[in-house]
C-alpha cells in the first residue's frame, strides 16, 4: 500500500512539473525582413532585451543584427535597404 502511495505521489509531483501548455513554435524573421519593418523590429528588440535568454535566440539576434545595421548605415549616410547614398 505504502509503495502505491508513493508512486502516486511520484506521478502526481511530475504531471505538475510538466509544461502541459500547447505553446506555438516561434516565426523566425529574417534580417531583411526587419530592415523592411522597423516598427516591428523596434518591438522585437525591446522584448529581447528585457530578458537575458531571449537575446540569444534566432529571431532576437536578426532584430538586433538589423538595428545595427541601420545604425551604420545613417552612421555612413546611406539608405538602409537600397545601400545607395543619402541626398545631404
Known amino acids: 500500500m505504502k509503495k502505491i502511495t508513493l508512486v502516486l505521489a ?4 511530475a504531471s505538475a512539473c510538466t509544461d502541459n501548455s500547447a505553446s506555438k513554435p516561434e516565426t523566425i524573421q529574417t ?14 528588440v525591446k522584448w529581447c532585451r528585457d530578458s537575458a535568454d531571449r ?21 555612413l549616410g546611406i539608405d538602409p535597404i537600397t545601400r545607395k547614398l543619402l541626398p545631404k
Open 10 to 13: 511520484t506521478l502526481i509531483l
Open 31 to 44: 534580417v531583411d525582413f526587419y530592415l523592411h519593418n522597423q516598427g516591428l523590429m523596434t518591438d522585437k
Open 55 to 75: 537575446g540569444v535566440t534566432a529571431d532576437c539576434l536578426n532584430a538586433i543584427s538589423a538595428e545595427a545595421k541601420i545604425h551604420t548605415a545613417k552612421l
